[in-house]
C-alpha cells in the first residue's frame, strides 16, 4: 500500500495543477481541500502505513479511505458530465 501513497499524491497534484493553468476554476476548487490534506499529511511525514499498527488504528484509516473514495467518486461523475458538455457543445 506504502508504494501508491506517493504516485497518487503526485497525480493529483499534476491534475489540480492542470485545472489551474487551464482556467477550469470549480474543478480547480474542488480540488484543492484534497490537495492541501495530503501536502499536509505529507509535511507531517504520516503518509505511510506501518504495517505493525495497521490493525490498531483500522477505524480511521477505514474512514478516511471512504472518504477519498467518495472525492474520486463524485470527481469522475462531474468529468464525465463535463466532458459530456463538451462534446454536446462541440457538437452544436
Same mark, same amino acid.
Given at each position: 500500500m506504502n508504494q501508491f501513497v506517493l504516485? /497518487?499524491?503526485?497525480?493529483?497534484?499534476?491534475?489540480?495543477?492542470?485545472?489551474l493553468i487551464s482556467g477550469e476554476w470549480v474543478a480547480f476548487f474542488f480540488n484543492v481541500p484534497l490537495l492541501a490534506y495530503n501536502v499536509n499529511k505529507l509535511m507531517k511525514k504520516n503518509?505511510?502505513?506501518?504495517?505493525? /499498527?495497521?490493525f490498531r488504528t483500522m477505524g480511521p484509516q477505514?474512514?478516511?479511505?471512504?472518504?477519498?473514495?467518495?472525492f474520486y467518486l463524485i470527481s469522475f461523475f462531474y468529468y464525465l458530465y463535463r466532458m459530456i458538455l463538451a462534446l454536446i457543445a462541440e457538437d452544436s
Open positions: 504516485p /497518487e499524491g503526485i497525480a493529483h497534484a499534476f491534475l489540480t495543477f492542470l485545472f503518509h505511510m502505513y506501518d504495517a505493525t /499498527e495497521i477505514k474512514n478516511e479511505t471512504f472518504l477519498r473514495l467518495g
